[in-house]
């Protein structure tokens, strides 16, 4: 599986943006996704999560309530809208797929995925 991420850029805080990764192969809709971010000087951290088929996901406390992930496996294609953009959510934003079949658990660990997109920079002005 290959992953592509697109859409950051630099936004005021309070503003919003709509993160993309497109996925090539026929395996996406048989791979839960995630988004991650990692800020500089900080460890990779977990943002959300989305199940095979969309019926589960699970969000970071930093980011629930703003954030919104989605899928479409129609289109072999992950979302991450984000909302009430603040300035700590300045980071390079990285999807990832699990590997074919893995069952929605500990989703929020970095170690349940085998593939990752290049990433995307999100960068938030005050």
């Known amino acids: 599986v290959q992953l592509q991420a697109s859409g950051g850029g630099l936004v005021q805080a309070g503003g919003s943006l709509r993160l993309s990764c497109a996925a090539s192969g026929r395996t996406f809709s048989s791979s839960t996704m995630g988004w991650f971010r990692q800020a500089p000087g900080k460890e990779r951290e977990f943002v959300a999560a989305?199940?095979?088929?969309?019926?589960?996901?699970t969000y970071a406390d930093s980011v629930k309530g703003r954030f919104t992930i989605s899928r479409d496996n129609a289109k072999n294609s992950l979302y991450l809208q984000m909302n009430s953009l603040k300035p700590e959510d300045t980071a390079i934003y990285y999807c990832?797929?699990?590997?074919?079949?893995?069952?929605?658990?500990?989703?929020?660990?970095?170690?349940?995925?085998?593939?990752w997109g290049q990433g995307t920079l999100v960068t938030v002005s005050s």
């Open positions: 989305i199940s095979r088929g969309g019926g589960s996901t």
């Open positions: 990832a797929a699990s590997r074919i079949g893995r069952p929605y658990y500990r989703e929020y660990e970095t170690s349940g995925y085998d593939y």
